[in-house]
C-alpha cells in the first residue's frame, strides 16, 4: 500500500508570512494533485503536477513535483485569510489508477 | 465548467430509514466516484463507475447500495444505516480511463449525513 506523509497536520500563521506543506512518499505517483477543502464542503482541486521535477504557479502559491516523482511540496507566498482551509495532496498511483492515496491533511489558519 | 452537484446538502435519517443521495455532472465525464469522509480525517474511496459500470467497491457494506442511471448521474441508496456513518459523503467525477490513462477527479459539494 502507497503512503503519502504530508506536514506539518495544522499551521497557523500571521497574514503575510511565507509557508510550505510537504507530501512525502517512499512509492513513485504518476501524478499528484493538490486540494483544498473548506469546512463542510467538497475538495477543490487546485493543481495537478505529472512531470518528475515540474514546477506550476497558481498566483501566490508554488507547486513542485521531485524529481523521482515521490514527494511533492506547495508553497504559499504572502498568506492571506482567504488561504485558510485544509490541503490535501492526492498521488495516482499508476497512470491507469482511479484510486488516489491521500495524505491526510494540513489544516492551515491565516490570522488576520 | 468544472461543476458537480450533490443533493440533498444535509440529510438527518434514522436506522430503519431508507433514503438516497444524489449527484450530478455535466461534463461528460465517464467515472464517477463516492467517497465518505470523516471529520478530521481524508476522504476514503467507497465505490468507482467506470462507463457507467461498477469498477471498483472497496468492500463497502452492503447498506450502501450504489447506482449509475446514465453517465451524468450516480446514486447511493441508504439503507439500515448506523450512526457510525454519520460521515461526508462526496461525490466525484473524472474522465474515463482512456489509453491507460486516467485524470483528475472533480469533487460536488458533499452531503452531511447524520445517522440517528
Known amino acids: 500500500t502507497q503512503l503519502l506523509e504530508q506536514s506539518p497536520q495544522f499551521l497557523s500563521i500571521q497574514e503575510g508570512e511565507n509557508l510550505t506543506v510537504y507530501c512525502n512518499s517512499s512509492?513513485?505517483?504518476?501524478?499528484l494533485q493538490w486540494y483544498r477543502q473548506e469546512p463542510g464542503e467538497g475538495p477543490v482541486l487546485l493543481v495537478t503536477?505529472?512531470?518528475?521535477?515540474e514546477v506550476k504557479k497558481l498566483k501566490r502559491l508554488t507547486f513542485q513535483f521531485g524529481d523521482a516523482r515521490k514527494d511533492s511540496s506547495l508553497h504559499i507566498t504572502a498568506a492571506q485569510p482567504g488561504d485558510t482551509g485544509l490541503y490535501l495532496c492526492?498521488?495516482?498511483?499508476?497512470?491507469?489508477?482511479?484510486?488516489?492515496?491521500f495524505g491526510k491533511g494540513t489544516k492551515l489558519s491565516v490570522i488576520p | 465548467d468544472t461543476e458537480v452537484t450533490q443533493t440533498p446538502k444535509h440529510l438527518v435519517m434514522g436506522m430503519t430509514n431508507k433514503k438516497s443521495l444524489k449527484c450530478e455532472q455535466h461534463?461528460?465525464?465517464?467515472?464517477m466516484y463516492w467517497y465518505k469522509q470523516k471529520a478530521k480525517k481524508p476522504p476514503e474511496l467507497m465505490f468507482v463507475?467506470?462507463?457507467?459500470?461498477?469498477?471498483i467497491n472497496e468492500s463497502v457494506p452492503s447498506r450502501f447500495s450504489p447506482e449509475c442511471p446514465n453517465s451524468s448521474l450516480l446514486n447511493l441508496h441508504l439503507h439500515a444505516l448506523q450512526p457510525e456513518d454519520s460521515a461526508l459523503y462526496l461525490c466525484?467525477?473524472?474522465?474515463?480511463?482512456?489509453?491507460?490513462?486516467?485524470?483528475?477527479?472533480?469533487f460536488g459539494p458533499g452531503t452531511r449525513l447524520t445517522v440517528t
Open positions: 466525484a467525477s473524472s474522465q474515463g480511463r482512456s489509453s491507460g490513462i486516467t485524470y483528475e477527479q472533480y
Open positions: 512509492s513513485v505517483f504518476s501524478s
Open positions: 503536477v505529472v512531470t518528475g521535477g
Open positions: 492526492a498521488g495516482r498511483p499508476g497512470a491507469g489508477s482511479y484510486q488516489l492515496t
Open positions: 461534463m461528460g465525464h465517464r467515472a
Open positions: 463507475y467506470s462507463y457507467e459500470k461498477l469498477s
